[in-house]
């Protein structure tokens, strides 16, 4: 009896003798064996198939290691840096270098604009036409030195050549500044003036001389500047410049008077733009 094992079917009909073995319990432990080890393959079986669709899974993401570059570049940093000055370097020589001093015209600004006063105002500015007559005059007659300038001409001062000075100052006379007892003025001054010519100039010029002008209008008795005229210059672009600016102009002037009474008076006032 005691060599009876406990796994063996013996062991179960010992215990089980003189009893029902159809009863369940019977059943049970005679197939045991075989159920433990259907119960074993299963569970095999569903740890294998679980392992195998997390891995499925798992190996549609790409998985990121740091081992480097798998392929070795073909150049280096250093040549591609390299090669990279040399085509700047050969940029350098296709594109000639520009002189701005060649296409960049001048363009005067208030610094190089130079506006007198009426009192200062002077009529020999020389026109193109008048130094080509000073050319032929000079070698016809042999004169050298000096100016140039044909007095006889162009004359001084602040001569309205011709103007009417009646001091009685009545009806459409034009006086002259020297003759009225109280001459124009612009609101502010004349550096208000000058300062209103200076900001609204605009004018380009590749010259290396200055431009001269002198400007005459006439200062109404209501005090706006009618007939604006150049009448020295030695530019036409800067004349026409010159007449839009002062025709611009939105201020009236003090008028000019004799005694009590307003007069039309003649202003004259030179410009001069520096290179």
């Known amino acids: 009896m005691f060599n009876v094992s406990i796994f063996e079917k013996k062991w179960l009909d010992l215990v089980f003798e003189g009893k029902n073995k159809e009863y369940g319990a019977y059943q049970l432990r005679r197939e045991n064996s075989k159920t433990t080890f259907f119960a074993f393959l299963t569970g095999i079986s569903i740890i294998g198939s679980g392992v195998f669709i997390l891995s499925s899974f798992a190996t549609t993401k790409p998985i990121v290691t740091d081992d480097g570059p798998i392929l070795k570049p073909a150049v280096s940093i250093d040549e591609f840096v390299h090669h990279v000055q040399n085509l700047s370097k050969e940029k350098k020589l296709v594109t000639p270098p520009s002189n701005k001093s060649e296409t960049m015209p001048k363009k005067p600004s208030l610094a190089n604009l130079v506006v007198s006063s009426s009192s200062q105002a002077q009529q020999n500015i020389l026109t193109n036409e008048d130094l ?3 050319q032929q005059n000079t070698s016809s007659t042999g004169v050298t030195g000096g100016t140039g300038q044909n007095v006889g001409q162009l004359g001084g001062g602040t001569d309205t050549g011709g103007t009417n000075t009646d001091s009685s100052g009545n009806g459409g006379e034009i006086f002259d500044t020297s003759a009225v007892e109280i001459e124009p003025s ?9 300062q209103f010519i200076g900001s609204n100039f605009r004018f380009e010029s590749d010259d290396d001389e200055s431009i001269n002008l002198l400007i005459q209008f006439i200062v109404e008795k ?47 006032i030179p410009i001069r733009i520096n290179p």
Not at 186 to 194: A, H, I, L, Q
Not at 237 to 265: C, F, I, Q
Request: hydrophobic content about 30%; glycine content about 8%.
């Open 132 to 134: 080509l007559k000073q």
């Open 186 to 194: 612009f609101p502010g001054g004349v550096d208000k003036f000058r």
């Open 222 to 268: 209501n005090g706006q500047i009618t007939d604006v005229e150049v009448v020295k210059s030695n530019n036409e672009e800067a004349n026409k410049e010159a007449v839009r600016v002062l025709k611009s102009l939105k201020t009236k002037w003090n008028p000019g008077k004799m005694g009590d009474k307003a007069v039309r008076v003649q202003y004259k």
